[in-house]
């Protein structure tokens, strides 16, 4: 089908589901269905409209369809020596940009350069009345008032569909260095706090096991004058890439095996929180803001335990046995939760996009 029959046929869909209270399912490649709470409606399947609308390396700016694969995408920028800043993980090749800005995850990088959202700079989107709302733009400064276009980066689609999107790019850096030290999880969280604030060009740094890897990336005297500084081992150029490639993707053994009744959990905490002493093996990565942890502790202790630190906790990918009845994300606060509803009513009022993704009664 042509681009426009394509967006025909699906406001006429939405509007007779809207119409009925009908559930709709907005889905890629469904290379993230298991992130969330359970799978609700018919399919609405993207990938159909997809392609790259416009890109300009000058201005550092792209936009493109939904159900444009990552893959290609990637493959345009880099033939420009740019990239998708954030990194956002596929969890399987064919994986669609409009999946990956509705799951809002980001990669290793994201606690240098910033979150999904941070780049998305307009978004052209389907509403439960079938409508095309356009929101923001394709340059940076073009934003006034409530900037709806990032409330769609880890809306789960329960917004509505998700046309088209504008992102911001950078280029590649032109050299990158990952060390290696030998130190225990306290000692790392420490030390990449020090490290932190000192102007020094790293990228991603993650823990594991008794030790810390840190990419540099940068201008080439920069990355150099950072080994100096901060030595370490200096690790495989190819060797690296595959390390941090499978923190991405998560392929890499430490999250191979969840037992039935244990869950990855998520936690973001404050960077200066030292390793919590629980259960279960842990994975420090962002400096130490972001923690991966596999435990059958119950959700309660987990949701305490992040609470008291000062951050939260989500339960990124649950064993086939565990309970999703204890809630995927966080519950929100009685405010938080009337704000969402409130914009759930203006873009979907009869709930079909995605129904209870989020949370079980969104």
């Given at each position: 089908m042509q681009d426009d029959d394509v967006l025909a046929y699906w406001a006429e869909r939405i509007r007779a589901a809207t119409a009925d209270e009908r559930p709709l399912r907005v889905r890629g490649a469904g290379t993230k269905d298991w992130y969330g709470q359970a799978l609700h409606g018919e399919v609405l399947d993207t990938r159909v409209h997809r392609g790259i609308v416009a890109y300009d390396p000058a201005e550092l700016v792209v936009t493109a369809r939904c159900g444009t694969p990552l893959t290609e995408l990637e493959a345009a920028l880099a033939e420009h020596k740019q990239m998708l800043p954030f990194e956002p993980p596929h969890f399987g090749r064919a994986a669609t940009l409009g999946g990956a800005i509705a799951a809002?995850?980001?990669?290793?990088?994201?606690?240098?350069?910033?979150?999904?959202?941070d780049f998305v700079l307009g978004v052209t989107m389907m509403n439960g009345h079938g409508e095309i709302l356009r929101f923001g733009g394709r340059v940076v400064k073009n934003v006034a008032g409530y900037d709806v276009s990032r409330l769609m980066a880890g809306s789960l689609g329960t917004l509505g569909l998700m046309l088209e999107v504008s992102i911001k790019v950078l280029p590649q850096p032109a050299a990158e260095a990952t060390l290696k030290f030998d130190m225990n999880g306290t000692d790392a969280v420490r030390k990449l706090n020090?490290?932190?604030?000192?102007?020094?060009p790293i990228s991603a740094s993650a823990w594991r096991n008794g030790t810390l890897a840190v990419r540099l990336s940068g201008?080439?005297?920069?990355?150099?004058t950072a080994r100096n500084v901060i030595g370490g081992e200096v690790v495989d150029a190819v060797e690296a890439e595959r390390f941090w490639e499978g923190l991405r993707e998560q392929t890499d053994p430490f999250f191979s095996t969840i037992p039935p009744k244990s869950a990855l959990w998520r936690l973001a905490l404050?960077?200066?929180?030292?390793?919590?002493?629980?259960?279960?093996?842990?994975?420090?990565?962002?400096?130490?803001?972001?923690?991966w942890w596999i435990t059958d502790t119950d959700a309660q202790t987990v949701?305490?335990?992040?609470?008291?630190?000062?951050?939260?906790a989500t339960v990124?990918?649950?064993?086939?046995?565990?309970?999703?009845?204890?809630?995927?994300?966080?519950?929100?606060s009685a405010p938080l939760m009337k704000i969402h509803r409130g914009l759930k009513a203006a873009f979907?009022?009869?709930?079909?996009?995605?129904?209870?993704?989020l949370y079980p009664d969104f």
């Open positions: 809002g995850i980001a990669g290793p990088r994201r606690a240098t350069v910033g979150a999904a959202r020090e490290w932190s604030g000192r102007p020094l201008a080439d005297s920069a990355v150099k404050p960077s200066i929180t030292e390793p919590m002493q629980l259960p279960g093996a842990q994975l420090m990565e962002w400096g130490g803001a972001q923690r949701r305490i335990s992040a609470k008291q630190a000062g951050g939260h990124f990918r649950p064993g086939r046995e565990f309970d999703r009845s204890v809630g995927v994300f966080t519950p929100l979907d009022p009869a709930r079909i996009f995605n129904r209870g993704r």
